[in-house]
């Protein structure tokens, strides 16, 4: 995992485990804005093929918000995105991007939004571990 990363490895097959990050995710408040499908995007513009993944653009409107008062550039860094990608047949891998490395980037005065994001994602990836 990096730095800037959350992450859990699901012991399900891809498309399960898509659904279980949406369903994860709306259950600590977050909708999903974006969605790329890397591996179709890749194979439309460069021919290659490479392992199933999506990113998913999750946002919680009131943090989003709280988090432009503060800072209206964080915007470039919006929404929070959550990557799944398929490590084998029955094995998914989940990436969220840190919003504690938004502070790095913004500020201190950005902790208190940033703590309450990491915390809202951590407990959905904590849900995806729990079954």
Request: aromatic share 4%; with cysteine; charged share 20%.
């Amino acid at each position: 995992m990096a730095d800037y990363t959350l992450a859990t490895t699901m012991r399900r097959p891809y498309d399960a485990a898509v659904a279980a990050v949406r369903e994860a995710l709306a259950e600590q408040g977050f909708g999903i804005l974006t969605e790329i499908d890397i591996r179709a995007t890749l194979a439309a513009k460069l021919g290659v093929d490479v392992a199933p993944q999506v990113i998913l653009g999750a946002c919680r409107p009131p943090l989003a918000h709280r988090a432009l008062e503060i800072d209206p550039s964080i915007a470039t860094v919006l929404p929070c995105n959550v990557v799944v990608r398929a490590l084998d047949d029955e094995t998914a891998i989940v990436e969220a991007f840190d919003p504690h490395a938004m502070t790095a980037l913004a500020g201190p005065d950005l902790r208190p939004v940033a703590d309450e994001a990491h915390s809202l994602l951590t407990a959905a990836l904590a849900a995806l571990t729990e079954d």
